[in-house]
C-alpha cells in the first residue's frame, strides 16, 4: 500500500487559474514538505511544515499556500497559474522537522501549464 | 561534482562494476543525504550521513563525507541494472536544504 498519496498524478491547467494539489500520509509523520523539480533543474524545497504549522517557506512567490486540514494532509494551493510554474511537485515527510530523520517522497504530480 | 556547480552528469557502466559519485559543498553542514530517483517516480533517501561520521553502509552502498574537503561520495558495488536511475546529495544549510544536479548513472545488463 502507498504511504504517501499525491493527487492527480498528472495536471494540465491553463494559464491564470487555479489548481489544488493534494498530498495525505498514513507513515504517523509529523512532518512534512513540498518539493518542485523541474525539467533540468535541481529538486528545490518549497515549504516545511510540523504539526501542522508552517515551519520554512523557501517560495518567493504568495501564488503558493500550503493548506493542512488534518496531521496527515499537506495540500499545495497554486494560483494564477505560469507556464513556468511546470513541474513536477513532490511531497515528503518525516519523523519529525529535522534534516536528521529519514524523508519519504510521494510519487508527485506533474503538473503542466499551457 | 553537484550542488548547483555541474549540469547532470551522465555515467554508463557494465553490471558487475564499481561506480562512485561526489558531491563538494562550500558551506558547513551538518548532514548530507544520498537520493536515487528512478525514471517517474519519487526519490528515495538511500544513505544519510552525519558530519561527525566518516563513512556509513547499508548493503551494497557505502557514503563518505570529508569535512575537511567538505565533500562526500557515493559508492556502489556490485552494481545491478536495476540501480539504473539518477542519484543526487543534498545537504543542509541554515536550516535550509539543497540539492545537487544529480548523477544519471546507467547500468547496462
Known amino acids: 500500500d502507498p504511504k504517501i498519496i499525491q493527487k492527480p498524478k498528472y495536471l494540465v491547467a491553463v494559464t491564470g487559474s487555479e489548481k489544488i494539489l493534494i498530498c495525505e500520509q498514513y507513515?504517523?509523520?509529523?512532518?512534512m514538505y513540498w518539493y518542485r523539480q523541474s525539467a533540468k533543474k535541481p529538486l528545490e524545497f518549497m515549504f516545511s511544515?510540523?504539526?501542522?504549522?508552517?515551519?520554512d517557506n523557501q517560495t518567493a512567490s504568495s501564488r503558493f499556500q500550503p493548506q493542512s486540514s488534518k496531521k496527515n494532509h499537506l495540500d499545495l494551493q497554486i494560483t494564477a497559474l505560469k507556464p513556468d510554474d511546470s513541474a513536477t511537485y513532490f511531497c515528503?515527510?518525516?519523523?519529525?522537522?529535522?534534516?536528521?530523520?529519514?524523508?519519504?517522497f510521494g510519487p508527485g504530480t506533474r503538473l503542466t501549464v499551457l | 561534482s553537484q550542488w548547483g556547480e555541474e549540469n547532470l552528469q551522465a555515467l554508463s557502466i557494465q553490471e558487475g562494476e564499481d561506480v562512485t559519485m561526489n558531491c563538494s559543498y562550500k558551506?558547513?553542514?551538518?548532514?548530507v543525504q544520498w537520493y536515487r530517483q528512478k525514471s517517474g517516480k519519487g526519490p528515495a533517501q538511500l544513505i544519510l550521513?552525519?558530519?561527525?561520521?566518516r563513512e556509513k553502509r547499508s548493503g551494497r552502498l557505502r557514503a563518505t563525507l570529508d569535512t575537511s574537503s567538505q565533500s562526500s561520495s557515493l559508492s556502489i558495488t556490485g552494481t545491478l541494472a536495476t540501480d539504473t536511475a539518477v542519484y543526487f546529495c543534498?545537504?543542509?544549510?541554515?536550516?535550509?536544504?539543497?540539492f545537487g544536479d544529480g548523477t544519471q548513472l546507467v547500468v547496462k545488463p
Open positions: 515528503a515527510s518525516s519523523q519529525d522537522q529535522d534534516w536528521g530523520y529519514e524523508q519519504y
Open positions: 507513515l504517523g509523520h509529523n512532518a
Open positions: 558551506t558547513y553542514t551538518t548532514v
Open positions: 543534498a545537504k543542509d544549510s541554515n536550516n535550509r536544504i539543497f
Open positions: 511544515y510540523s504539526y501542522q504549522k508552517l515551519m
Open positions: 550521513i552525519r558530519s561527525n561520521e
